[in-house]
């Protein structure tokens, strides 16, 4: 099978179905204690009060069981994206595991008078991913391998977060790739799924952003920040920044004219060459001819319909966050003010 076919294959299960995708490069916090899911609610950006165990069977509209959000500094700029599975007596929380330990030592630091404890389990767990309309549907099945799941859209694609004992990660995979019909449920690879975040412009820590961004200018605030929330660490800036404010950048998805790549980091430019930002990520452009490619541009400049130049070869923007805030991650709707041309 080609790559080309292997990966429309998958474009199509990302659209229909679900995608299946082992986590290797997560790391494992358990959290436990009588006040562990108010005390970890004050270290993260999403709201983990209304959550609760996922129900056995339970069908329901994300979040549900869990929760993707990020840990910020006091500064507001994002330390660590933290995916989270609510189960009956304690919390995992999923993050990179060159953040893990660190993240155990800022968690730990923010424990005074509280009946909580946090354990680094890395290497006793694993995390699968789910990506897809269908990924909801698969999370009983993983949990009757052993896992513990919760039904969380991190990037507007549908999604479930499934976390198992190690020993159990293989029978967890199998159950789901079992769990849809005929080519409804695709395993994908970190390679495939490298070209689909960014046809669907889900960006990456480390690659789109970084810990010296704040959320808006990763324009993942409206997937990862509650700003109805009572207080966490670093809430007053995140706040302030959305409220009275904006971002000096956001990052934006743009279509790049001509054939071949453009250099690490390729200036972003206004037709008349002024520079306005940089691309952080390309993939060949699904469509045939051309790259698709997320980078940050000047906020003012961040509208989809832009006409910019990336290393001088024509370019637009095709998915921008909504005026006023706004992800404009993922396939959702109101995604720059339109569904964007790079849908799967």
Known sequence: MSNA????????????????????????LIVTGLDRQTWLNGLV????????????????????????????????????????????????????????????????????????????????????????????DLAAAGRAAGAEAAIVDWTGLGGALLVAPRQAEGAVLEALLAGGEARAV????????????????????????????????????????????????????????QARGHAKKRLVQLAVEGEGGVP?????????????GAVTSQVEDPRGTGLLALGYVKYKHAVQGTALRVAGRAA????????????GVGGGAGVGGGAGRAKV
Not at 5 to 28: C, I, K, N, S
């Open 45 to 136: 950006t999403c709201d983990l009060a209304p959550q609760k165990p996922l129900p056995a069977g339970a069908k329901a509209a994300p979040p549900a069981g869990g929760a993707y959000g990020l840990n910020v500094g006091k500064t507001g700029k994002i330390f660590a994206e933290v995916w989270i599975v609510i189960a009956a007596d304690r919390i995992y929380v999923g993050a990179l595991r060159e953040r893990v330990e660190q993240l155990r030592e800022l968690f730990d630091r923010h424990l005074i008078m509280e009946d909580a404890e946090v354990q680094d389990a890395s290497g006793e767990h694993a995390w699968v991913f789910a990506h897809g309309p269908r990924s909801a």
């Open 264 to 276: 690490a980091g390729a200036e972003i430019a206004l037709p008349d060459g002024a520079a306005v």
């Open 5 to 28: 076919h292997g990966l429309e294959e998958r474009r199509r299960a990302l659209r229909e179905g679900a995608l299946v995708q082992a986590m290797p490069e997560l790391g494992t």
């Open 186 to 241: 695709l395993p994908v690879t970190a390679a495939a799924w490298e070209v689909l975040r960014v046809e669907n412009n889900v960006p990456r820590f480390g690659v789109d952003f970084d810990d010296q961004n704040f959320p808006q200018e990763a324009s993942i605030e409206e997937r990862a920040v509650s700003f109805s929330k009572g207080c966490y660490l670093g809430q007053e800036t995140v706040f302030m920044l």
């Open 316 to 327: 637009e923007i095709t998915r921008a966050p909504r005026a006023g805030g706004g992800a």
